[in-house]
């Protein structure tokens, strides 16, 4: 109801994490607002399947009840683009489906460093994530580094002394040639990778 009146088409519900993964792959939506806690299969579990060799992948909202890190992190490194707690205004909610639409991060970049810097290093997986640097440029890495800081586009670009719109290139060829769904794995990769160190921001 709070997505359709503001002009957003829901093309499908699910009761359970299983109907979730056939909805999805059935009606190919752009954005996925999915539960953690679901029957049959929970929502971390069917957001890896639906991101996993997806033709189109589509972008994926985590709502839960718990204000938890491990469940946000857990979230993100399954491929989410963005966390909400179900007390979120509606405002806000439409606000972040259409957000992560067009390839923004939805954590806070304070939240997004937090939690990257208490778990990246000690993700089990840690390995298998890593990146390629070699390809970015040095002004990409540059900027990359900046973006792992929490920098927005505007802050990029009064630091940089560039425009955002240059910013904003610079930041779809990072995801892009790094393989990456958006700035908050992009926040990601950079601590995995070594890039940037917890603390070394500061």
């Known amino acids: 109801m709070i997505l359709a009146a503001d002009g957003i088409d829901v093309v499908a519900e699910a009761t359970t994490g299983v109907e979730a993964v056939a909805a999805v792959r059935r009606t190919r939506p752009d ?6 806690r679901m029957p049959e299969l929970d929502g971390l579990a069917a957001t890896r399947r639906i991101l996993t060799g997806a033709p189109e992948e589509p972008c994926v909202i985590i709502l839960t009840t718990f204000d938890l890190d491990h469940y946000v992190y857990a979230a993100l490194t399954a491929g989410a683009s963005g966390f909400l707690l179900k007390d979120v205004t509606p405002e806000h909610l439409v606000a972040a489906v259409r957000m992560v639409r067009t390839g923004d991060a939805l954590l806070a970049p304070a939240i997004t460093r937090r939690l990257v810097e208490r778990f990246a290093r000690r993700a089990p997986d840690a390995q298998s994530l890593h990146r390629d640097l070699a390809a970015l440029t040095p002004r ?9 800081q929490g920098l927005s586009n505007a802050e990029l670009a009064s630091s940089l002394h560039l425009s955002e719109a240059t910013v904003k290139t610079h930041v779809a060829r990072i995801l892009s040639k790094l393989g990456l769904r958006d700035r908050v794995q992009a926040v990601v990769a950079a601590y995995q990778t070594g890039l940037v160190t917890p603390g070394a921001e500061a």
């Open 140 to 148: 990409e890495v540059e900027v990359l580094k900046l973006l792992a």
């Open 31 to 36: 954005v996925v607002l999915m539960d953690i």
